[in-house]
């Protein structure tokens, strides 16, 4: 009975031995392997990291800085190079220049009509434009006393450009547009709606 009991401490020893020796081996080995890193849980495209957390207020301010980086988008000059010349032209000089290319022998104050503008405005376009040598003026054959402007080739030039100004201009723009799946337009659809419903509202409250 005695020697059973002895051998069974026996046992348990070599056992605890073992294990000592094991894990001895394990630390030798890792420390030759060197700092094993942690793995790290892979992202998902639903997370959202802390940092990028935003609320009403900053969406109210992201939408209202966008609003008012198109506006001054739209009020930058545009160049053209014809013939070797380079000409800057704003956003006013080229919608009078486009309706007087649609429209060939307009006076100033059918041009002053179409745009919806006074005469002072539209003259200080046409000025400028005739500066530029892009349109040029001439007595009417309908009442002498009355001048009007016709494009000179240059400005014949520029005007053949136009259809494809705007999409040039944003085509950063167009281009993220075009990344967003059918279910993103969608939503972005719905949330305008309701934003111009606001803001129409608002607008009819002045």
Known sequence: MKKEKKNKKLDVKEVKDS???????????????????????????????????????????????????????????????????????????????????QFSGINLTQLANKLSISKSAISKCTSKLLEKQLIEKEKSSVNVREVVFTLTPNGQSIFDQLGSVNSDLFEPFNKSFEELSPQEINDLHRMFLIFQSSLTEIINRV
């Open 19 to 101: 294990k000592k020796e094991t894990k001895k081996k394990n630390l030798i080995e890792e420390k030759k392997a060197g700092p094993v890193t942690k793995k790290e849980k892979p992202a998902t495209q639903n997370d959202v990291q802390p940092d990028l957390a935003v609320d009403h207020a900053a969406v109210k301010k992201l939408m209202i800085d966008s609003a008012v980086l198109y506006q001054n988008i739209l009020v930058l000059p545009q160049t053209f190079a014809i013939n070797g010349v380079s000409y800057s032209l704003y956003p006013s000089e080229l919608k009078a220049l486009d309706m007087i290319g």
